[in-house]
């Protein structure tokens, strides 16, 4: 444990409900038959036996680099994609588990928003298998910057408090839905919400600029588009050398 890190004043913090975690893909980990992996990875490794790729591996960064490399060929289809990394997600058999991680950071009960940049719906999962017996209660709400009307109106229903929450800040791969396979899409997606040309519901907004205080989880991103996450999620430029957010960058945290 790092014993200059301020953890009186976070965990002060997150008693008031003054905390929205960030949850990244290196949170994402656990024993998958036999051995242990990332979702991530694990799609990754999917794509790239699916489409015969050769793949240079970077750690916390594997999708993006089969996806690159599915992009080098020129008879790549860049729309497919999403369709078929959700179709691996849904085909996994078993199911990918809740990882450990995830199940600690829910029974913190002071935690009731998060803001995740993967796509996936483990973060729900675990809040309903810890605080609701299974049952489905839990509020998933994912930006996407080709968004259907039905969906914005679903979003601007949420009230914080009644249940928790999770919102996808980069889609998530549900039928009909778009979201970020790699940088180039994480910076579309970004430019989308900066730009306002489709903006987050304003209840998201409210609740990050009244909590103040956001603690970035397994997040890795490229430091630049890191910056433009935590610009979108403030709403406040002033806010990135504040100490208003706190990262820590490994699953193994919490």
Known sequence: MDDSF????????????????????????????????????????????????????????ELNDAVSAYLVNPRAKPGELCDRIAGFLRSLNPPFPVPDALLRLAEIQPFDLFMSVTFDSLMARALDQVRFGGNAVTREIEFSINQSMAAQSEALKVRPGEAPIVFNLFGRAVSKSDFALHDEDALEFIHRLVSGDVPPPDWLISELRNRRHLLILGVHLPDWLGRFVLRVATRDASAWPSGRWWRWPTARCC
Do not use: C, M, S
């Open 6 to 61: 301020p953890w009186e004043d976070l965990l002060d913090y997150i008693q008031d409900g003054k905390v929205v975690p960030i949850l990244g893909h290196e949170l994402l980990q656990a024993e998958y038959q036999g051995r242990r992996i990332t979702l991530q990875r694990l799609l990754a490794e999917r794509l790239a036996e699916r489409e015969k790729l050769e793949v240079q591996w970077n750690p916390h960064f």
